[in-house]
């Protein structure tokens, strides 16, 4: 299990309790195994940051971005964040959120291609 900060562990519950449209709808296709046996773990602490989606068997993360993220300083905080990810040997995928409501089967096929050639590497 990787290390986080102990102050984010009642932040990633706070946010669990309270998921967006797009990440109760994306959880749905990725809690219980459903993709190729690998769990998935939601609002998981990673470091200083909560990750939306977390599959450590295949070292992956998924981050759903909603409107902010077309803010230029959480754009700019968004990459902070994935080379800090990336830094740890995670692989970060990013989604828009009206991309999972809209085209659910792409986003959940295009995780599965990633999950299934983390397993084959």
Do not use: C, H, N, W
């Given at each position: 299990m990787r290390n986080y900060s102990p102050r984010l562990k009642q932040n990633a519950r706070t946010l669990r309790s309270n998921q967006t449209e797009?990440?109760?709808?994306l959880w749905q296709?990725?809690?219980?195994?459903?993709?190729l046996g690998v769990q998935f773990y939601?609002?998981?602490?990673?470091g200083?940051?909560?990750?939306?989606?977390?599959?450590?068997?295949?070292?992956?993360?998924?981050e759903i971005d909603g409107s902010q993220h077309?803010?230029?300083?959480?754009?700019?905080?968004?990459?902070?964040?994935?080379?800090?990810?990336?830094?740890?040997?995670?692989?970060?995928?990013?989604?828009?959120?009206?991309q999972v409501l809209v085209e659910t089967e792409a986003v959940v096929a295009?995780?599965?291609?990633?999950?299934a050639e983390k397993q084959k590497g």
């Open positions: 797009s990440e109760l709808r296709r990725l809690r219980g195994k459903q993709l939601r609002q998981k602490p990673l200083s940051y909560i990750v939306d989606f977390y599959a450590p068997k295949t070292a992956l993360v998924i077309l803010d230029e300083g959480q754009a700019r905080r968004d990459i902070e964040r994935d080379r800090y990810l990336e830094g740890l040997g995670l692989t970060v995928m990013r989604f828009d959120s009206r295009t995780i599965f291609a990633a999950v």
